[in-house]
Nanobody, 123 residues
Framework: QVELVESGGGLVQAGDSLTLSCVDS????????MGWFRQAQGKEREFVAA????????YYRDSVKGRFTCSRDNAKNALYLQMHNLKFEDTAVYFC????????????????WGQGTRVTVSS
């Protein structure tokens, strides 16, 4: 049974930093590529970042490049999203998700999703 659980969200001010974590249980974590998506209130879910199985390749939406870093620790079955210089527009519920194949940018390629953790950035 696969479970993805996010943590680390909270309320911060613009310019602050925050690190999100996602723990994957119930399978061989290293065989799955991982991604982060977010959904702001009243808006559709959008891609944020993704990482390959080994962690040697990462992908980011343009608006977070240079500010966010996606990483993983396969020994801990953990995925991370380090967020720096947070902006008001980063406010959303952040979800981690796993995929076996397909585009890292496409939410439909991911087969399991966490419950989400809320990030609120005040200005």
């Amino acid at each position: 049974q696969v479970e993805l659980v996010e943590s680390g969200g909270g309320l911060v001010q613009a310019g602050d930093s925050l690190t999100l974590s996602c723990v994957d249980s119930g399978r061989t974590f290293s065989t799955y590529a991982m991604g982060w998506f977010r959904q702001a209130q009243g808006k559709e879910r959008e891609f944020v970042a993704a990482i390959s199985r080994s962690g040697d390749a990462t992908y980011y939406r343009d608006s977070v490049k240079g500010r966010f870093t996606c990483s993983r620790d396969n020994a801990k079955n953990a995925l991370y999203l380090q967020m720096h210089n947070l902006k008001f527009e980063d406010t959303a519920v952040y979800f981690c998700a796993s995929r076996y194949s397909g585009s890292p940018y496409y939410d439909g390629a991911y087969d399991h999703w966490g419950q989400g953790t809320r990030v609120t950035v005040s200005s």
